[in-house]
């Protein structure tokens, strides 16, 4: 299939604008139905999806995506799927007692047509997750997939048009100028995931149509290493959580804080465990390529920057003398000590297989540290001490918090999943993501027993009474 015009967009839109007008709150039925073929679409189209997200990266673990995005992406269907006709019901709320015996309710409704611009570095769950929630609420769905994984598009844009109408859900490719085009596009909603830089656009230009937008960004997510915690452990943990993907993980660990004088003990831990969980490097098909050179040449760059003011630079289990890394875009896991304030991975989100490892005197020192930043999408906690953990977690801000592990935050159904401050605003997953593409209507519901005709002119004694018992009980 081709990229989109912008007239065919136009009239994609306003093709699914009609279908939701003809249909403006779908039954559960039919949203079950259309849950259960998106379901089906990742059952059958899982081979090449995998094939597809693989070519684009030159070398992405095919297990990886198994887990990562299919999983994640078939658990929240699943979610939905249980959970659809109690999230749908019209919710009973509370009425104070002078309304009496009037009632309150909160109506869910679809809010119409939502669009998603989605990145490249989990194209099928960022793709196709926020669309779960979106179908769940009774919306049609338009789909931007990056252009940077342009087979992974045309592998989506495939499959969505074998399960679906391009009334309901359909998928839309172009470049740079097609996705500010789709950006400044009437939309109901507008969710987008990617960086902080674009995420700014993105919001400028929905609001010139005053579109709703969710932003799941990015940001320079801490890992803090108790004086306590199983240091061990937490090595196979943060080792698992930075280098999934390659590091290319909006909620990857950017920086780790460890107490005073443990820095090369931490990174002795973590070549350890890098050297259990990816031997043979960089020949492993279990650890992932970097998506496209000017990337790579990126990440590079951050770790000359670092290595030019004395920081110290330990890439474990990399062969010294290799261009296969190189030649395959494979990036070294790379561990950084002593980095400078100044220096750029302390001032950009790595988003890649670098870790600086930084140490702390005290607990609120790396407290202070955080918050001295933007608020992150998310914050590791490995320690013991709940007092301590505790006091952490309330002396800082992140749009989601993983204690003893990382990652795993994001693939709880049953919680939000978001940022905060500067990695974004509005979450999804689970209820949260049909509330999200709902409007929840409030609704009144008065009685003919009610005393609402007691306020009505021409005012006098009875009107002063009431407004001054009402003054004291209101």
């Not at 769940?136 to 940077?148: C, D, F, H």
């Not at 090369?264 to 998506?291: C, F, H, K, M, Q």
């Not at 990440?299 to 003011?309: I, K, T």
């Not at 140490?359 to 020192?365: A, I, K, V």
């Amino acid at each position: 299939m081709m990229p989109a015009s912008l007239e065919s967009l136009d009239a994609l839109l306003a093709r699914q604008r009609a279908a939701f007008r003809a249909d403006p709150h779908p039954g559960p039925a039919a949203r079950r139905d259309r849950l259960e073929r998106l379901l089906l679409l990742a059952d059958r189209h899982e081979a090449a999806f995998i094939q597809a997200i693989d070519a684009d990266f030159g070398g992405r673990s095919a297990h990886e995506t198994r887990l990562a995005e299919l999983l994640v992406v078939r658990a929240g269907i699943r979610h939905a799927l249980r959970h659809l006709r109690r999230w749908m019901r019209v919710r009973r709320m509370p009425t104070a007692p002078y309304f009496r015996p009037g009632r309150n309710r909160l109506m869910p409704q679809p809010l119409g047509v939502v669009g998603i611009i989605a990145p490249w570095n989990y194209p099928f769950q960022l793709s196709i997750g926020p669309a779960v929630a979106a179908l769940a609420a009774g919306n049609r769905v338009l789909v931007k997939p990056s252009e940077l994984a342009p087979r992974f598009a045309e592998a989506l844009q495939e499959a969505v048009a074998a399960h679906f109408a391009p009334d309901e859900l359909a998928v839309v490719q172009g470049g740079a100028e097609f996705a500010d085009a789709f950006a400044h596009l009437p939309l109901d909603h507008l969710f987008f995931t990617g960086s902080p830089a674009v995420g700014r656009l993105v919001a400028r230009a929905a609001a010139e149509r005053l579109t709703p937008v969710t932003l799941e960004l990015g940001g320079k997510s801490p890992a803090i290493l108790a004086p306590d915690c199983d240091l061990a452990d937490a090595a196979r943990r943060i080792a698992f959580g930075k280098l999934l993907n390659a590091g290319q993980t909006c909620v990857a660990p950017d920086y780790l804080l460890v107490p005073a004088g443990r820095a090369d003990a931490v990174a002795e831990a973590l070549a350890a465990a890098i050297g259990r969980l990816y031997p043979g490097l960089p020949a492993t098909p279990d650890y992932s390529a970097i998506l496209g050179e000017r990337h790579y040449a990126r990440l590079a760059g951050l770790v000359e920057d670092a290595r030019a003011q004395g920081a110290r630079v330990l890439q474990p289990g990399w062969p010294e003398r290799t261009d296969g890394g190189a030649a395959a875009r494979k990036f070294p896991p790379t561990l950084v000590l002593d980095a400078p304030p100044q220096a750029r991975l302390m001032r950009e989100e790595i988003f890649g297989p670098i870790l600086p490892i930084l140490e702390y005197r005290d607990p609120q020192e790396a407290i202070d540290r955080i918050n001295a930043g933007e608020r992150p999408l998310a914050l590791y906690w490995f320690g013991r001490d709940p007092g301590l953990r505790d006091h952490a977690l309330r002396s800082t801000h992140a749009g989601g918090v993983c204690v003893n592990d990382c990652l795993w935050q994001l693939a709880q159904e049953a919680q939000p999943f978001g940022g905060v401050g500067a990695s974004g605003f509005g979450a999804y997953h689970g209820r949260w993501g049909f509330d999200r593409f709902s409007h929840l209507k409030p609704v009144f519901l008065q009685s003919r027993l009610g005393g609402a005709p007691l306020f009505h002119p021409p005012y006098g004694r009875i009107f002063e009474a009431l407004l001054a018992l009402l003054k004291k009980i209101a």
